[in-house]
């Protein structure tokens, strides 16, 4: 099933960067190595004439992109909502609110992922309580990338402590869901967060995949 919303030129680069990577992790015959390192610079030379970067340092990202066989990075977020409020982290980099997150790392479990999450980007301990929603985030309304990302997002329950500021400005806080403020959209948008308040509303609600 085609993507959505990702340009085809990027679908295009992805499908060769994959194959070029899943063959070189596995090739052991100097000539479809060659092959492989030939179908990359392939997908190199599509994204530099695209976003105008430089041949070689997107040779260099895709070589150093992953390592293995290439399978989609996982994000994860929390869901904290007080009331008819959630919980939003500021994202300098981008100057806009998401909810705490970010990438799995090894030896967690996904609970024990955004657990760690919360409590690094908002100081408060948390319980993940119920799994709302697993997106492919291309089949959404994020801006394209060249990383396939799964966002698994989880209604997490506060337990105790203060939300944290920064420089006497909030880090995080809680923002009515009619009146959010601007969005990192590059890591949640407007449209996830009502439906995820939407099942938060109703837990007999089955979690939204796509």
Same mark, same amino acid.
């Given at each position: 099933?085609a993507?959505?919303?990702?340009?085809?030129?990027?679908?295009?680069v992805?499908?060769?960067?994959?194959i070029?990577?899943?063959?070189?992790?596995?090739?052991?015959d100097?000539?479809?190595? &060659?092959?492989?390192?030939? /179908? #990359?610079?392939?997908?190199?030379?599509?994204?530099?004439n695209?976003t105008?970067?430089?041949? @070689? +340092?997107?040779?260099?990202?895709?070589?150093?992109?992953?390592?293995?066989?290439?399978?989609?990075?996982?994000?994860?977020?929390?869901?904290?909502?007080?009331?008819?409020?959630?919980?939003?982290?500021?994202?300098?980099?981008?100057?806009?609110?998401?909810?705490?997150?970010?990438?799995?790392e090894?030896?967690?479990?996904?609970?024990?992922?955004?657990?760690?999450?919360?409590?690094? &980007?908002?100081?408060?301990? /948390? #319980?993940?309580s119920?799994l709302?929603?697993?997106?492919?985030?291309?089949?959404?309304?994020? @801006? +394209?990338?060249?990383?396939?990302?799964?966002?698994?997002?989880?209604?997490?329950?506060?337990?105790?402590?203060?939300?944290?500021?920064?420089?006497g400005?909030?880090?995080?806080?809680?923002?009515?869901?009619?009146?959010?403020?601007?969005?990192?959209?590059?890591?949640?948008?407007?449209?996830?967060?009502?439906?995820?308040h939407?099942?938060?509303?109703?837990?007999?609600?089955?979690a939204d995949?796509?």
């Open positions: 099933m993507d959505t919303d990702s340009p085809p030129w990027l679908q295009w992805q499908t060769l960067q994959s070029a990577h899943n063959g070189l992790t596995f090739a052991t100097r000539y479809d190595i &060659e092959r492989y390192e030939r /179908v #990359r610079e392939v997908a190199a030379a599509i994204t530099s695209r105008g970067a430089q041949m @070689p +340092a997107v040779v260099e990202a895709f070589k150093t992109t992953d390592f293995g066989y290439i399978t989609p990075k996982v994000d994860v977020r929390g869901a904290i909502f007080h009331g008819d409020k959630v919980l939003l982290v500021w994202e300098p980099q981008e100057c806009g609110w998401a909810l705490p997150g970010g990438w799995a090894l030896h967690e479990t996904p609970a024990e992922a955004i657990v760690r999450e919360v409590r690094e &980007e908002c100081g408060i301990q /948390v #319980r993940a119920r709302l929603a697993v997106w492919d985030k291309s089949r959404h309304e994020h @801006p +394209a990338s060249l990383l396939r990302v799964y966002k698994v997002i989880f209604e997490c329950n506060a337990k105790d402590g203060h939300v944290q500021g920064v420089g400005e909030p880090r995080a806080a809680y923002f009515p869901i009619e009146e959010l403020p601007q969005l990192s959209v590059d890591r949640i948008t407007h449209r996830q967060l009502k439906r995820l939407e099942l938060h509303l109703d837990p007999t609600t089955p995949f796509d």
